[in-house]
C-alpha cells in the first residue's frame, strides 16, 4: 500500500510570506514534501490515501519555539521542584507530548526539562517509541544561586528541577559542555532572576558569564538561548552572542541596537501573560497581576515591532506546560497576540510561526514552510486564518495533520487522567482566618 498523501484542492498558505494560492495540491510522502500544484494528482501514486481540502486551508504545521513540555501543566514552582518523580514526569510529557501533535504542533523547542530528559525524550519520538511533534531541546537550564523566577527555591548549588546551578565561570564551562556531552539542541542560560528586596528581575548574569557559556557552547556548534525579563539582560545577552532571546522583556533601543548588530533572534512569548491578564481571574490568578501583565505586552510589544520592522526574526511560543497555558489549548495563541499588539498581519504572524520558528529547530530551509523537497510537516485548517487567525488556536478546526509525512489519528479520544497521586499541592486556604473574617467584623 502507498506510503503517500495526496492533499487536495486547498487553499494554500505555504509559510514563506507569500500571499496565499487557491486550488492546490500537495503531494507527500514519508518525511518528505514531494510536488505542490498542477503535478501532484498525476505524480500520486494510484492508492495514495488521499485528504480532500477544499474549501479549507493548508499550512505549514506549526512550530511552537518556547514550550515546557516535560511540566505537566503545573501551578507552582513548589510543585515542579518538590512534588515530581523522574518516572511519572516522563510517562506524563510523553502524553503531553501526543496531545501537542494533535493540535496542529509538529514541531517543538523545549529549552529546560526535568531531570534533564529532554534528549532522552527527543530520541524516543525520531525512535517511533513516544509520539509527539519534533523536538529541539535543552537539558537543564543553567542558572546561578541567585536564581530564576522560583528566588529562593533555588538551592545554592546542585540541580532541582529544570535547574542546573553553576556559580563560577569553570562551572559554567563545564556544565555547558556536560550538556552537550549529553545531547543538548540548545543551552539555556536564566539571566534574569527574582530576590526579595527588588521588584521585577534583575539582571543576575553578567555579560562575561554569558560570553563564557556562549563561545564554549559556540565552539561545539551548539546554539544558546537566554530568558530575559528586563532591558539590561537583553543587552548584555545580545552583545555576549547569545543566538535566541527568550521574553526581552522592556528592550529598549540599546538592546535593539545590539540584537541587530549581533544577529540575535527573539522569541517574546507573549502568550502567558496575555492569558493571565485575560483570563487571570477565570482560573483564580493572584490579584492585580492581570494589569501588570497587559502593561508588559503594551510595553514590550512596541519593541517587538520595531525589531520585526529592524529585520529581527520574531518568533512565536507558547510556553506551555503551565497552569495558565496548558497542553494543547494554546499553542496558536501567540500569532494572535502578535497581531493585536504588533499590528502584523495574519500572514505576517503565521510566518513567525513557521518559517522563522525554524530557527528554534535548528531546521532552517527544512522546516516550517511547504515547498517541494522539505520536510512533510502539513496542516489542513476549516477556515481561513487571514480573515480570523484565532482559527489556528481552535484545534476543534483542524481536519488533517501530517507528521513527518503519515497522517495523524484526530479521532481518538484526547488524553487524559487523573491526578497522579502527590502531584498536584493543595493549599488550606487562600487567605488567613482571621477572627475578623471569621465573624464579618471590620478588619
Known amino acids: ?88 514526569a516522563a510517562l506524563s510529557a510523553a502524553r503531553n507530548l501526543e496531545k501537542i501533535l494533535r493540535a496542529g504542533v509538529t514541531s517543538i523547542m523545549d529549552p529546560d526539562t526535568v531531570f534533564g530528559m529532554g534528549p532522552s525524550l527527543r530520541d524516543s519520538i525520531e525512535a517511533g517509541l513516544v509520539e509527539g511533534p519534533r523536538l529541539s531541546t535543552g537539558v537543564q537550564a543553567l542558572l546561578t544561586s541567585v536564581g530564576g523566577t522560583a528566588g529562593r527555591l533555588i538551592p545554592d ?116 501573560l496575555a492569558n493571565l491578564a485575560d483570563f487571570g481571574g477565570k482560573v483564580g490568578a493572584s490579584p492585580g497581576m492581570e494589569e501588570i501583565f497587559r502593561g508588559e505586552i503594551e510595553a514590550t510589544g512596541k519593541m517587538m515591532r520595531a525589531a520585526y520592522d529592524a529585520g529581527v526574526p520574531i518568533l512565536c511560543g507558547s510556553e506551555s506546560g503551565f497552569a495558565l497555558t496548558p497542553y494543547g489549548h494554546w499553542h496558536g495563541r ?41 520536510r512533510a510537516d502539513v496542516i489542513v485548517v476549516d477556515g481561513d486564518p487571514l480573515a480570523d487567525i484565532r482559527v489556528l488556536n481552535d484545534r476543534t478546526r483542524l481536519t488533517a495533520v501530517i507528521s513527518r509525512g503519515r497522517a495523524v489519528d484526530l479521532d481518538r479520544p484526547w488524553p487524559e487522567w487523573t491526578p497522579v497521586r502527590g502531584w498536584k499541592v493543595g493549599a488550606w486556604a487562600e487567605r488567613s482566618l482571621t477572627h475578623a473574617e471569621a465573624y464579618g467584623e471590620p478588619s
Not at 349 to 374: D, H, K, P, S
Request: hydrophobic share 45%.
Open 1 to 88: 500500500m502507498s506510503e503517500q498523501v495526496l492533499i487536495r484542492g486547498g487553499r494554500l498558505i505555504d509559510g514563506t510570506g507569500a500571499a496565499p494560492r487557491a486550488d492546490v495540491d500537495v503531494l507527500v510522502e514519508p518525511d518528505r514534501i514531494v510536488v505542490i500544484g498542477a503535478d501532484a494528482a498525476a505524480t500520486a501514486d494510484a492508492d495514495a490515501h488521499v485528504i480532500d481540502a477544499a474549501g479549507r486551508t493548508v499550512l505549514p504545521g506549526l512550530i511552537d519555539a518556547h514550550v515546557h513540555c516535560t511540566f505537566d501543566d503545573v501551578a507552582s514552582n513548589d510543585e515542579l521542584f518538590f512534588h515530581r518523580e523522574p518516572t511519572v
Open 157 to 272: 548549588e546542585g540541580t532541582v528541577g529544570y535547574a542546573q546551578i553553576v556559580n563560577t565561570t569553570d562551572e559554567m564551562v563545564t556544565w555547558t559542555r556536560r550538556h552537550i556531552k549529553q545531547g543538548a539542541d540548545w543551552i539555556k542560560v536564566h539571566a534574569t532572576g527574582s530576590i526579595p528586596t527588588r521588584p521585577g528581575e534583575l539582571a543576575v548574569w553578567s555579560e562575561h558569564e554569558l560570553e563564557v557559556v556562549c563561545d564554549t557552547a559556540h565552539e561545539l556548534g551548539v546554539p544558546v538561548t537566554a530568558h530575559c525579563r528586563n532591558a539590561e539582560s537583553t543587552l548584555r545577552a545580545a552583545r555576549a552572542g547569545v543566538d535566541l532571546i527568550l521574553h526581552a522583556s522592556f528592550m529598549d533601543g540599546e538592546g535593539l541596537a545590539a540584537v541587530v548588530e549581533h544577529g540575535a533572534a527573539i522569541c517574546p512569548t507573549f502568550t502567558f
Open 334 to 374: 501567540e500569532m494572535e497576540v502578535l497581531v493585536d499588539a504588533l499590528g502584523l498581519s495574519p500572514l505576517e504572524a503565521i510566518t513567525c510561526a513557521t518559517r522563522n520558528n525554524a530557527i528554534a529547530m535548528r531546521a532552517e530551509g527544512e522546516l516550517g514552510t511547504v515547498e517541494a523537497g522539505c
